[in-house]
Nanobody, 113 residues
Framework: QVQLVQSGGGLVQPGGSLRLSCAASGSISGVNAMDWYRQAPGKQRELVGRVTSGGSTNYADSVKGRFTISSAENSVYLQMNSLKPEDTAVYYC?????????WGQGTQVTVSS
C-alpha cells in the first residue's frame, strides 16, 4: 500500500516562491511517473507538470519557465517561482506506480497581497 503525504503550501505574495513536497510513506518501487495537478475554485483539475521514470519533464504552458519538478528516491518536489494570483489553487501530487495511480491529500496555495 502506498500513501502520499504533501507539505509546503501556504500564503505567498505575487512574485514570491514556494516549494511543495510529496513523499511516499513506506518503501516503494516501480514508479512510472510523478505528476503535479492543481484545482482552482470553479475549475477542473489541471495537469501542472510531470516527470517520468526516464527523467523527462513536461509542464503546462501557464507555468513553463516558472515551475520546476524534481525528485528524490521517494519524494517529488514542485518549486514555484514568480507566483501569480492565478496560481492560487489546491495542489495535488499524483504518482503512477506499476500502472496504478495514487493521489496526495492536496495542499492549498494562495498567492495574494
Amino acid at each position: 500500500q502506498v500513501q502520499l503525504v504533501q507539505s509546503g503550501g501556504g500564503l505567498v505574495q505575487p512574485g514570491g516562491s514556494l516549494r511543495l513536497s510529496c513523499a511516499a510513506s513506506g518503501s516503494i518501487s516501480g514508479v512510472n511517473a510523478m505528476d503535479w495537478y492543481r484545482q482552482a475554485p470553479g475549475k477542473q483539475r489541471e495537469l501542472v507538470g510531470r516527470v517520468t521514470s526516464g527523467g523527462s519533464t513536461n509542464y503546462a504552458d501557464s507555468v513553463k519557465g516558472r515551475f520546476t519538478i524534481s525528485s528524490a528516491e521517494n519524494s517529488v518536489y514542485l518549486q514555484m517561482n514568480s507566483l501569480k494570483p492565478e496560481d492560487t489553487a489546491v495542489y495535488y501530487c499524483y504518482w503512477i506506480i506499476r500502472g496504478a495511480g495514487y493521489w496526495g491529500q492536496g495542499t492549498q496555495v494562495t498567492v495574494s497581497s
